[in-house]
């Protein structure tokens, strides 16, 4: 499948066409979750490929050698791309799935189930940079334009995969799953790995840990062919334009952002998320979700703190 010019619109949202189809989406959205699948829920660029990797590393107890054989997209395909179904019905044991799909989309179909859901998020301001960038290598996006043009897209939710705000605070409703920022993966990688290992039940050892935590590191994962997308040919992502593994930080984006762009950004940040049931501080912090958590602190501030 190439179709890199394509765009589809599911439910008035944008799908690069190119691993998405009206079908595959259909097959998403209707899609018989099992009690033992573990699901990877993001919007793009939070994290979704390190969460990979984690519970890869996580469930062969820091053995290595999956992550370093088998592509991520192969050990846990993304449920709305095209070739999901083929690799499911080929994986043995429990399954593990990624999806970005916004909540409304995958509540019906997730009701009732007890597969467990972990939820990574990360700063807006870092994924719009880090989804900025990725444009300018991935031939299946369109072209950004400028920096101020896509971060204009970005807050009004027209980009693909749709509304960041939309995204965190749907998922937000969802009753009893992992909830993990990109912050705390990157403050405390060790921490984070336990918080995983315990929320799927598949405890390890502290050399586990350490090895676990070795693969899973950014200059690691910037080395591994099967997660830094370099298996993927030239025309389809252009990696002269970029690299996927880009800098892996937290607060890239105040190399980018100018004053007035932050407080744009911050005044959007507030009006969107002043109905949010969760306080998302983009510091070290992790919760599993009762629903409707009270928002105490004004969300505003937090992001203003890194
Ligand atoms: S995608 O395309 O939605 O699957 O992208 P996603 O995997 O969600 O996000 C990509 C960003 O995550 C960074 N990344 C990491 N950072 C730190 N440590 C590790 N191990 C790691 N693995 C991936 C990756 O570099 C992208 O962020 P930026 O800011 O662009 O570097």
Request: charged share 20%; with cysteine.
């Amino acid at each position: 499948m190439a179709r890199l010019d394509v765009t589809e619109t599911f439910q008035n949202i944008l799908f690069p066409g190119h691993m998405h189809t009206q079908d595959s989406l259909n097959y998403a959205t209707n899609f018989k979750f099992q009690d033992t699948d573990t699901v990877i829920v993001s919007y793009p660029k939070s994290g979704t490929t390190w969460m990979q990797e984690i519970i890869t590393l996580v469930l062969s107890k820091g053995d290595p050698t999956i992550a370093q054989t088998q592509p991520n997209w192969a050990r846990a395909p993304w449920l709305e791309q095209y070739y999901c179904p083929k690799v499911l019905e080929a994986s043995k044991g429990p399954r593990v799935i990624t999806t970005h799909l916004p909540y409304h989309l995958l509540a019906p179909a997730l009701q009732d189930s007890k597969a467990k859901v972990i939820y990574v998020s990360r700063n807006p301001k870092d994924v719009v940079v880090s989804y900025y960038h990725f444009h300018k290598m991935a031939n299946f996006l369109p072209d950004p334009g400028s920096f101020s043009e896509f971060l204009s897209a970005f807050l009004k939710g027209t980009v693909h995969y749709g509304s960041w705000f939309d995204h965190v605070k749907g998922w937000a409703s969802h009753v009893n799953f992992l909830y993990i920022t990109y912050e705390e993966m990157w403050q405390d990688l060790h921490g984070s790995l336990e918080k995983v290992s315990r929320y799927l039940m598949c405890s390890l050892t502290e050399d586990e840990l350490t090895s676990a935590q070795k693969y899973c590191s950014f200059n690691s994962m910037k080395e591994n062919a099967m997660v830094n997308y370099t298996l993927i040919p030239q025309e389809i992502m252009d990696h002269s334009k970029g690299k996927f593994m880009r800098k892996g930080k937290i607060g890239d984006w105040k190399n980018i952002f100018a004053e007035e762009q932050s407080d744009h950004f911050d005044a959007v940040y507030s009006s969107q998320m002043a109905d949010a049931s969760l306080q998302f501080k983009w510091e070290c912090h992790e919760h599993v979700l009762q629903p409707r958590i009270t928002v105490n602190t004004p969300a505003s501030h937090s992001l203003r703190d890194i």
